[in-house]
């Protein structure tokens, strides 16, 4: 089995910092890509970043900036560093990755969920 762990999140004010962390954990033999998402009340969920097997990165451009992806590839995780929060970064985030798992077959792994929220 494989799952995908979150942690961080919170509370954060206008123009400060929050930290996310994913872990995956269980059987897990390569790992393509780790991402985050969100999703605001009433909204569809949104890409935020990915980072690949190569270490390259991408942003959605409104994050381009504040937002930072990284991970440990010893422990099966990534990081998502939001920095100059604002109001509207408020939402559940969720982390995603399609890994090789105990079938030897690439699939899409979901988080939790974390709610952040960005307020004074």
């Known amino acids: 089995q494989v799952q995908l762990v979150q942690s961080g999140g919170g509370l954060g004010q206008p123009g400060g910092s929050l930290r996310l962390s994913c872990t995956a954990t269980?059987?897990?033999?390569?790992?393509?890509?780790m991402g985050w998402y969100r999703q605001a009340p009433g909204k569809q969920r949104e890409l935020v970043a990915t980072i690949y097997s190569d270490d390259s990165t991408a942003y959605v451009d409104s994050m381009k900036g504040r937002f930072t992806i990284s991970r440990d590839i010893g422990k099966n995780t990534v990081y998502l560093q939001m920095n100059s929060l604002k109001p509207e970064d408020t939402a559940v985030y969720y982390c995603?990755?399609?890994?090789?798992?105990?079938?030897?077959?690439?699939?899409?792994?979901w988080g939790q969920g974390t709610q952040v929220t960005v307020s004074s």
């Open positions: 995603n990755s399609e890994l090789e798992d105990w079938t030897r077959r690439v699939r899409s792994y």
């Open positions: 269980g059987t897990v033999f390569a790992i393509s890509t």
